[in-house]
Structure formats: structure tokens, C-alpha cells
């Protein structure tokens, strides 16, 4: 018989993690634990205030689930199944199904890629991600954090500051830079005009989901007019992706916590290869657990913003190492 249960993560930040609609210097994730005899195994929640989550939605959701699930599963694909028949918030849905997984992947002894109908892919190489902060502290925290040893950077942008803040990080680095504006701009002709500003276009790899997800036809017409690539992000979800995203993007940002499970985030990673989009790899704020899981469907992905665990001051499960911005398994405890 499997018992379920959930423990609270409190996760101070090495430094402010500031984006265009929030702030923290801590951020509190929830770890599931499922146990059947002897064995026992662990999946990371990472709940986002974004998508309508909360600590407090996170536990009383999964009292429901303990309460009304069933004692026993017989595969993955029941429990996925029982998870979709739920109102269970997506990030909780991750946290229960990786958890399960994890469970049948230390019973049978296969690696979790093999368990999925995937390759394993032993490191890739991720973006590190800058956050919003005056101007005049960017060149300190470049030097502070070791920033030079990635091979790419991710800033976190607002459309006031926009401009200064990724001429000032283009100033002090010779990599490409992916702009994640977290749905902060107003217009596609906002947008334009932003890009328009650059010297060198080309050091820019591409802009994140720069408008609202709502803004459908204002990302229409800036599909049609950008000169860098578009990467969506909050405009995937759960959701398949399908025609509407080919239209608007260029690629897509699947997060596990959004898709709610290995296998829906799975079947949106072959959905997007399919309609010849671009693909990427991303994460909250997550301790190595989150991000070992990540790795375990990096397979075939163009892009990787994995930087998660790196921002936590002691990650409590050491399950990822990284060097010269290169993400791997930690295999010595």
C-alpha cells in the first residue's frame, strides 16, 4: 500500500530574485514523498503565484489527494490518469507523478529517461538567469557570481528598463543573451521599438515571452515583424501545443511544474518538434530535485535554462552539480 506524504521547503536565495511582477529573498517549495514497503521516493513542488498557486492551495489539495486517491496504482499511467480526473494544481500534479515515478524507477532499477521512452542525456548546458537590479550593480554581479563561466545569459527585463539594463550586461560579457520579459511589455510596437534599439542585434539569441498571454493578436503581429526569435513561456501551460503557438513563436518553454507531469511535458516537447518549433528546457526557483528531473527529459531539447538550484544558498538534496555552466547528475553524495 503506498502512503503519501508532504513536506514544506524553506529556501533562502543567494541574492534578491527580482522579475517584472514579484520579488524574494526566500522562496518555499514542498517536497512529496511516496512510500511502499521499504522503498521510498521523492518529487519537487515549486508552486507560482502566476498561475493562481499558493502554499496554502498546495497543502490542502494534496489532503484531498490523500484522502480520496486511491491505496493503490497499478503503473504511471493510472495514477496519470486519476491526476487529470483532478483540480489538483499542476505543480502539485508534478510533485505527485515524478514522486511515483521516481518510486517505480528505484523498484525496477531503470533509469528514468528509460522509464519515459527516452534517451539519457548525462549534462547540457544552461543559461543563467540575472535578475532585475539598478543598472550600476549589474558589472559587480557578473564578477561576484562567476558569470563568465556561461555560455549564455538570461536577464530578467521590465519594459522601463529594458534597454539600459541589457546594453549594460551586453557591456560586461561576450556571450548571447536571452531577454525574459515575463509578459511585461505593453504592445508588439513596444516591443519592436525595444528591439529596434540594440547595435548588434544578433548577440541577442532570443526575447521570452515578452507580451500577455492574452495578447493574441499583438503577438500576431509581432511574430510577423521580429527580428529575433520568440520563445513562449506563461503562453504554454498544460495545454497542447498546437497551431496557435506555431503562429505567435518560434519555440516554446516547457517547465515541468506548468505541464504537471513527465508525461504531459513530454508529449508537448514531441508536439512542438513536430510543428518545427524550437524547444526549451526551463524551471522555477527548485531545489536539485526539480532539477534532476528536468535532465531526465533533456533529450533532443535545442535550449536549457536549468539554472534553478544554482540560486538557493544550500540545496538540500545535492542531486546536481554544475561546472563551466554545464548541469550534471551528481552521482557521489
Not at 513536506?7 to 533562502?12: D, I, R, S
Not at 524574494?24 to 522503498?39: A, E, L, M, P, R
Request: net charge negative; glycine share 6%; proline share 3%.
Amino acid at each position: 500500500m503506498f502512503t503519501w506524504s508532504i513536506k514544506e521547503l524553506e529556501l533562502p536565495l543567494k541574492f534578491t530574485w527580482n522579475i517584472s511582477r514579484n520579488s524574494s529573498d526566500t522562496k518555499k517549495n514542498f517536497c512529496v514523498k511516496v512510500k511502499n514497503g521499504s522503498i521510498e521516493a521523492l518529487g519537487e513542488v515549486a508552486f507560482n503565484v502566476r498561475y493562481g498557486e499558493s502554499r496554502e492551495l498546495i497543502l490542502e489539495k494534496f489532503e484531498e489527494f490523500k484522502n480520496n486517491a486511491p491505496q493503490d496504482f497499478n503503473g504511471v499511467e493510472s495514477l496519470v490518469a486519476y491526476l487529470e480526473s483532478t483540480d489538483l494544481p499542476q505543480s502539485l500534479k508534478f510533485g505527485i507523478e515524478s514522486s511515483f515515478v521516481h518510486y517505480i524507477s528505484i523498484l525496477s532499477g531503470k533509469a528514468v529517461p528509460l522509464l519515459m521512452g527516452t534517451t539519457i542525456v548525462s549534462s547540457v548546458k544552461s543559461s543563467f538567469s540575472i535578475p532585475i537590479m539598478e543598472i550600476g550593480k549589474i558589472e559587480s554581479f557578473i564578477i561576484e557570481n562567476n558569470l563568465k563561466r556561461f555560455s549564455v545569459l538570461k536577464v530578467k527585463v521590465n519594459q522601463e528598463i529594458a534597454t539600459d539594463f541589457c546594453n549594460e550586461v551586453l557591456k560586461h560579457t561576450n556571450v548571447p543573451l536571452r531577454i525574459d520579459a515575463n509578459e511585461s511589455f505593453m504592445s508588439a510596437r513596444d516591443t519592436l521599438n525595444f528591439l529596434e534599439k540594440f547595435k548588434d542585434i544578433n548577440r541577442i539569441e532570443f526575447l521570452e515571452q515578452p507580451l500577455s498571454s492574452s495578447a493574441h493578436e499583438e503577438s500576431l503581429e509581432l511574430k510577423q515583424h521580429s527580428p529575433v526569435m520568440l520563445i513562449a513561456d506563461e503562453s504554454v501551460t498544460n495545454e497542447e501545443v498546437n497551431q496557435y503557438h506555431v503562429e505567435r513563436f518560434h519555440g516554446v518553454n516547457i517547465k515541468l511544474m506548468k505541464s504537471g507531469g513527465y508525461l504531459k511535458a513530454l508529449k508537448q516537447l514531441r508536439q512542438a518538434k513536430r510543428l518545427g518549433l524550437k524547444t526549451m528546457l526551463g524551471c522555477m526557483v527548485e531545489t536539485s530535485l526539480g532539477i534532476s528531473s528536468a535532465l531526465n527529459i533533456a533529450a533532443g531539447v535545442d535550449y536549457f535554462d536549468l539554472d534553478g538550484c544554482l540560486l538557493i544558498k544550500e540545496d538540500p538534496y545535492k542531486l546536481i552539480s554544475e561546472e563551466n555552466g554545464k548541469i550534471f547528475y551528481s552521482y557521489i553524495q
